[in-house]
């Protein structure tokens, strides 16, 4: 797949979460995974 | 002469008044007029016509002289006035109420699909030379009522509204993002916020929904006939488009800076800011995968405070995902 900016192309790709996986670049694959993370402690702290 | 006018409902002083205000420079102006006419002119009875000429008769400036009074007579079915310099004016408006005019009639004149062009410009014409100068200041104002969408659709389901036929949409729902085929009678086409919406009854959700053009892919006018069933009622939009049913699930979000947009860009039953820019938003909705896909995309920036089937089901997909990337043998799995 083709993408012009990595920031708006990870926002896209990790609203799939675990259906989607980028195996390269890696940047694209860091962002990402920055993303769901985030989404990971914001939710674990929750419901702690 | 006959009495005062016979009729169903008791007509308000104030439109009373407004109409007698209206017909005394009308009538100077056209002395001699049939009293016909000028009922029919005014949207009243010839008997409510006589009514107000009578009224008018002990009308005038304070004095209690007989000069001082308004002079009408429409014997022979003819009317004239006289003695009513004082009130002889046309309707005036402030500058700032011709602007409003102005800005309101350029919107209208901007709508999509708008049947009476030639009378919004016709007005809009004779209001822009009557304020001069003045009206140069109304263009600095910019009213958008979604004019960015398409008017073939809006056209199209005016006209199936106008003949009573079956429209079949490509619909695309947001929520749940995929498009929708359904037939549906239409019920009006509204202008909310500055979007367009067909409201009618579908087909396939068997009740009265909202459209918004602008996420109509495709229109249809079928040749099926699209009355809406008699107990079809339209919503009440006065509390706003988006009145989802007490029986959706009630979400609580806390908001980071970064994420602030969403409580513009989703409808939201309430916002409540706190310090530096955070703020907890809460809204309703049938569906929560549109929801999921937004808080992974968020990240750090957004939480599920309620309910907490939710907060679990983003934080199961996060690990499940975080999983997959760190498996070491990813690339010889892919790799083949």
């Known amino acids: 797949v083709d993408f012009a900016d990595t920031e708006a192309f990870a926002d896209e790709i990790s609203s799939f979460g675990p259906d989607v996986l980028v ?14 993370e985030g989404a990971l402690a914001a939710h674990q702290e929750v419901t702690r | 002469v006959s009495a005062a006018a016979s009729g169903s409902a008791p ?10 205000l209206t017909m005394v420079p009308w009538l100077l102006h056209r002395q001699g007029v049939e009293i016909e006419e000028a009922a029919r002119e005014f949207g009243v009875s010839t008997a ?8 008018l008769f002990v009308c005038g400036t304070p004095g209690h002289m007989p000069d001082d009074l308004i002079e009408a007579e429409w014997e022979g079915g003819r009317v004239y006035l006289g003695n009513a310099d004082t009130i002889n004016r046309p309707l005036r408006l402030g500058v700032d109420e011709a602007l409003a005019l102005i800005v309101g009639l350029r919107a209208l004149a901007a709508v999509p699909g708008l049947g009476e062009r030639d009378a919004v410009d016709r007005a809009l014409a004779k209001l822009e030379s009557a ?21 073939e659709s809006l056209a199209t389901a005016r006209t199936a509204l106008a003949q009573h036929r079956r429209l079949h949409l490509r619909y695309l729902v947001a929520a749940r ?8 009678d239409p019920m009006r086409v509204v202008n909310i916020d500055a979007h367009w919406y067909l409201e009618a009854w579908c087909h396939v959700a068997e009740g009265v929904r909202l459209f918004r053009f602008d996420r109509i892919e495709a229109i249809e006018v079928l040749d099926a006939d699209g009355t809406p069933p008699a107990d079809a009622r339209p919503r ?11 029986s959706d699930l ?24 706190l310090a530096g820019g955070v703020s907890l938003v809460s809204l309703r909705t049938a569906d929560t995968a549109w929801l999921r896909r937004l808080l992974w995309r968020l990240g750090a920036q957004a939480t599920v405070l309620e309910p907490a089937s939710l907060a679990a089901e983003v934080r199961a997909g996060a690990q ?11 690339t010889s799995l892919h790799g083949g």
């Open chain 1, 23 to 36: 195996e390269q670049p890696l940047q694209l694959r860091e962002a990402v995974v920055r993303r769901l």
């Open chain 2, 48 to 55: 409510q016509m006589e009514a107000d000429l009578e009224l």
């Open chain 2, 131 to 151: 304020t001069g100068s003045a009206s140069a200041a109304s263009a600095r104002i910019q009213v958008s009522i979604g004019g960015d969408v398409a008017a």
């Open chain 2, 320 to 330: 499940e995902a975080l999983r997959a990337y760190a498996a070491p043998d990813l």
């Open chain 2, 250 to 273: 009630l979400v609580r979000l806390r908001l980071e800076p970064g994420a602030a947009w969403v409580s513009d860009y989703y409808p939201t039953e309430r916002v409540e800011w």
């Open chain 2, 177 to 184: 993002d995929e498009a929708t085929e359904r037939d549906v």
């Open chain 2, 11 to 20: 007509e308000s002083a104030t439109s009373r008044l407004s109409r007698l």
């Open chain 2, 236 to 246: 009440d939009l006065d509390a706003g488009v988006f009145t989802p049913s007490p």
